[in-house]
């Protein structure tokens, strides 16, 4: 445990991906912010993912590549993280490990990208007993302190996962337009949900994250599945039963196709992400997404 | 239904009883919300699973399963224990056989040579049709030989009566059969011969239907220490039932008539060998005297009587295999 999450959060930008996509990533995530100003910086080659209008033509027509034009950022952008530390998030997640594993998986890769581009990290994470908020701050040792904290709060022994009250702190408490994380597990977006999100979507930009529930029914049948929310033994031979399978798959990819329609009704990028291990597609797929929303 | 060792149900039954109760204890804590462990698999929002009507029937099957796996393996368990006691039927039994005894007496004298093996065989024939009765046979000529005492065993009865036929027929193998019966003085004692059967009867302290077959024609030749008549008195003072037969050599003669008189005197009755009627009609006449039951003392039958004990073993068996069966699909 003596390893930094933030290194690993690293190694996963660095080790599994070359140089190129790196940069490629990188080139998501200033897209997504509008962190542009007048004040041109300088020129660089273009890489795929810069924003094709940043491309300066009388430039790229006097060299033999494309150029983009770099700009200053006129201001810090703030990204929050919203995470839900709550024990549903201490399951598993599709890929086997706990889904607080991949959560900060994905919030640092983002957080980290954030803090490569110069912008200010915090975090709200909380569960039913209550928020709690860390301060918006531009540095790895801070970045590695939320994840820690994310880390820390998500137990089995932890209070149930309550998103709607940790997004109602939000909106009521963070005055300061930003970039929302929010990264919850497979639930189910209620009106209520929605409605708040909406709100939300008013205030800042929202992108959401969501880390997918293991599924009981192809679970080892050597351990006991048992529930975080109320510590219910799902029986093996009933969980593992082929018809219980089927149907469960159904109903599994139907409500992922309910969350999905409730966040675009509400234009919410959404992604989807199961394993720590396909965390950089999924955070791609997200800010692609977000990039092309925005325009 | 009694068990032969009720101490190891008892004992058994106790130590399983009390490892059940701590199971099921160690149960009805874990039932208590509890928190997924390092070994369990925690899951969230299972919600969606458990609301499936199809895991809702899967939990059903399950919960019957369980209930009928339970069932079976108490009702194994249990059949299995109460078969290891033992559990044996005691019977208290007084085995009593009710019978007549009736010996048949048998005149070997050399008047009576010629008839002997056709009196053997119309004893013979007697014997087929006691069914139960004590049957002995004494054979006389000047002194009565015990041939055989009263016995039930009539396979030995068939046996004997058949040495005796051969023996009477002139087979010189068995000439030892007549050993014994040149004793007295004289020859063809007839009233010292049938004093030896009247005397043959044993517990004669108990009043029983006796009955003798005596076959004789009468003709004494020495001195008995008996005549017939003292005989007689013998025989109705114990009792005794004299049925006669007689081949009436010469028709009836003096003699003839007197051992009628006598033998009628005793209750019983007289027949001539040649009377066709001769056999069933003896046989009739001591079958319709009232047979009196001896009784032994009385005995504890214990035996094993394991079949509801297997039976609901076995029952519990097939029901644990069902219950098993596809257990994980």
């Given at each position: 445990?003596?390893?930094?999450?933030?290194?690993?959060?690293?190694?996963?930008?660095?080790?599994?991906?070359?140089?190129?996509?790196?940069?490629?990533?990188?080139?998501?995530?200033?897209?997504?912010?509008?962190?542009?100003?007048?004040?041109?910086?300088?020129?660089?080659?273009?890489?795929?993912?810069?924003?094709?209008?940043?491309?300066?033509?009388?430039?790229?027509?006097?060299?033999?590549?494309?150029?983009?034009?770099?700009?200053?950022?006129?201001?810090?952008?703030?990204?929050?993280?919203?995470?839900?530390?709550?024990?549903?998030?201490?399951?598993?997640?599709?890929?086997?490990?706990?889904?607080?594993?991949?959560?900060?998986?994905?919030?640092?890769?983002?957080?980290?990208?954030?803090?490569?581009?110069?912008?200010?990290?915090?975090?709200?994470?909380?569960?039913?007993?209550?928020?709690?908020?860390?301060?918006?701050?531009?540095?790895?040792?801070?970045?590695?302190?939320?994840?820690?904290?994310?880390?820390?709060?998500?137990?089995?022994?932890?209070?149930?996962?309550?998103?709607?009250?940790?997004?109602?702190?939000?909106?009521?408490?963070?005055?300061?337009?930003?970039?929302?994380?929010?990264?919850?597990?497979?639930?189910?977006?209620?009106?209520?949900?929605?409605?708040?999100?909406?709100?939300?979507?008013?205030?800042?930009?929202?992108?959401?994250?969501?880390?997918?529930?293991?599924?009981?029914?192809?679970?080892?049948?050597?351990?006991?599945?048992?529930?975080?929310?109320?510590?219910?033994?799902?029986?093996?031979?009933?969980?593992?039963?082929?018809?219980?399978?089927?149907?469960?798959?159904?109903?599994?990819?139907?409500?992922?196709?309910?969350?999905?329609?409730?966040?675009?009704?509400?234009?919410?990028?959404?992604?989807?992400?199961?394993?720590?291990?396909?965390?950089?597609?999924?955070?791609?797929?997200?800010?692609?997404?977000?990039?092309?929303?925005?325009? | 239904?009694?068990?032969?060792?009720?101490?190891?149900?008892?004992?058994?039954?106790?130590?399983?009883?009390?490892?059940?109760?701590?199971?099921?204890?160690?149960?009805?804590?874990?039932?208590?919300?509890?928190?997924?462990?390092?070994?369990?698999?925690?899951?969230?929002?299972?919600?969606?699973?458990?609301?499936?009507?199809?895991?809702?029937?899967?939990?059903?099957?399950?919960?019957?399963?369980?209930?009928?796996?339970?069932?079976?393996?108490?009702?194994?368990?249990?059949?299995?224990?109460?078969?290891?006691?033992?559990?044996?039927?005691?019977?208290?039994?007084?085995?009593?056989?009710?019978?007549?005894?009736i010996?048949l007496?048998?005149?070997?004298?050399?008047?009576?040579?010629?008839?002997?093996?056709e009196l053997v065989r119309t004893f013979s024939r007697l014997a087929t049709q006691f069914?139960?009765e004590?049957i002995?046979?004494?054979?006389?000529?000047?002194?009565?030989?015990?041939?055989?005492?009263?016995?039930?065993?009539?396979?030995?009865?068939?046996?004997?009566l058949?040495?005796?036929?051969?023996?009477?027929?002139?087979?010189?193998?068995?000439?030892?059969?007549?050993?014994?019966?040149?004793?007295?003085?004289?020859?063809?004692?007839?009233?010292?011969?049938?004093?030896?059967?009247?005397?043959?009867?044993?517990?004669?302290?108990?009043?029983?239907?006796?009955s003798?077959v005596?076959a004789?024609?009468?003709?004494?030749?020495?001195?008995?220490?008996?005549?017939?008549?003292?005989?007689?008195?013998?025989?109705?003072?114990?009792?005794?039932?004299?049925y006669g037969l007689n081949?009436?050599?010469?028709?009836?003669?003096?003699?003839?008539?007197?051992?009628?008189?006598?033998?009628?005197?005793?209750?019983?009755d007289y027949y001539v060998m040649s009377d066709p009627a001769a056999v069933d009609g003896i046989v009739a006449a001591v079958t319709?005297?009232?047979?009196?039951?001896?009784?032994?003392?009385?005995?504890?039958?214990?035996?094993?009587?394991?079949?509801?004990?297997?039976?609901?073993?076995?029952?519990?068996?097939?029901?644990?295999?069902?219950?098993?069966?596809?257990?994980?699909?």
């Amino acid at each position: 445990m003596t390893t930094p999450l933030l290194t690993r959060v690293k190694s996963t930008l660095f080790v599994h991906s070359r140089r190129r996509s790196r940069t490629l990533i990188e080139g998501e995530f200033a897209s997504v912010f509008h962190g542009r100003s007048l004040d041109f910086d300088d020129l660089r080659d273009y890489v795929p993912g810069d924003e094709v209008r940043d491309i300066d033509w009388k430039a790229t027509a006097r060299h033999s590549a494309p150029l983009v034009r770099r700009y200053v950022a006129a201001r810090k952008q703030n990204l929050m993280l919203v995470v839900d530390t709550g024990r549903g998030m201490a399951a598993l997640a599709k890929g086997g490990e706990p889904k607080k594993e991949v959560a900060i998986a994905a919030a640092g890769l983002i957080g980290y990208l954030a803090y490569r581009h110069g912008d200010l990290v915090g975090l709200v994470r909380g569960d039913s007993s209550g928020a709690v908020a860390h301060e918006l701050r531009g540095s790895e040792a801070h970045l590695e302190r939320l994840l820690r904290a994310i880390h820390d709060a998500t137990r089995l022994d932890a209070s149930r996962s309550e998103l709607a009250a940790l997004l109602g702190w939000v909106a009521r408490n963070v005055r300061r337009r930003m970039l929302l994380l929010v990264v919850a597990d497979d639930l189910e977006l209620d009106d209520q949900l929605a409605g708040l999100l909406r709100r939300l979507q008013v205030q800042h930009e929202v992108l959401w994250l969501t880390v997918e529930d293991a599924d009981p029914t192809v679970l080892s049948t050597t351990r006991a599945a048992v529930d975080v929310s109320d510590h219910h033994v799902l029986p093996t031979s009933v969980r593992t039963d082929p018809r219980v399978r089927a149907a469960y798959a159904e109903a599994a990819a139907a409500r992922a196709r309910a969350t999905a329609a409730a966040l675009d009704d509400v234009r919410i990028s959404h992604g989807r992400v199961g394993a720590t291990s396909d965390v950089l597609t999924a955070v791609f797929g997200l800010l692609e997404r977000q990039r092309r929303a925005v325009r | 239904m009694e068990l032969r060792y009720p101490g190891l149900l008892l004992v058994v039954g106790g130590v399983v009883l009390a490892l059940l109760t701590l199971l099921a204890l160690s149960a009805v804590r874990r039932r208590r919300p509890r928190r997924a462990g390092p070994a369990d698999a925690a899951v969230a929002n299972s919600g969606l699973l458990t609301a499936l009507p199809e895991y809702r029937r899967a939990l059903r099957h399950h919960r019957v399963r369980l209930l009928l796996f339970s069932l079976s393996a108490v009702l194994l368990g249990g059949g299995a224990l109460v078969g290891a006691a033992r559990p044996v039927a005691v019977d208290i039994e007084r085995p009593s056989t009710r019978n007549r005894d009736i010996v048949l007496c048998l005149d070997v004298s050399g008047s009576m040579a010629p008839y002997d093996a056709e009196l053997v065989r119309t004893f013979s024939r007697l014997a087929t049709q006691f069914e139960g009765e004590r049957i002995g046979l004494l054979i006389f000529n000047s002194s009565a030989v015990t041939v055989f005492p009263l016995t039930d065993d009539y396979e030995f009865i068939r046996d004997e009566l058949h040495i005796a036929l051969r023996s009477l027929s002139g087979d010189r193998e068995f000439e030892y059969f007549f050993a014994g019966t040149f004793n007295g003085a004289g020859t063809s004692l007839i009233g010292d011969g049938l004093a030896s059967c009247v005397s043959a009867f044993d517990r004669v302290d108990t009043s029983r239907a006796r009955s003798v077959v005596f076959a004789t024609d009468n003709h004494v030749a020495g001195e008995p220490i008996m005549d017939l008549e003292e005989a007689t008195e013998m025989a109705v003072a114990r009792r005794v039932r004299v049925y006669g037969l007689n081949p009436e050599e010469w028709g009836q003669d003096e003699q003839s008539i007197t051992m009628r008189d006598l033998v009628c005197s005793t209750a019983g009755d007289y027949y001539v060998m040649s009377d066709p009627a001769a056999v069933d009609g003896i046989v009739a006449a001591v079958t319709a005297q009232e047979a009196t039951t001896i009784e032994s003392a009385p005995r504890r039958l214990v035996g094993d009587s394991p079949a509801l004990a297997i039976a609901f073993a076995g029952l519990g068996l097939a029901g644990l295999i069902t219950a098993g069966r596809r257990w994980r699909p």
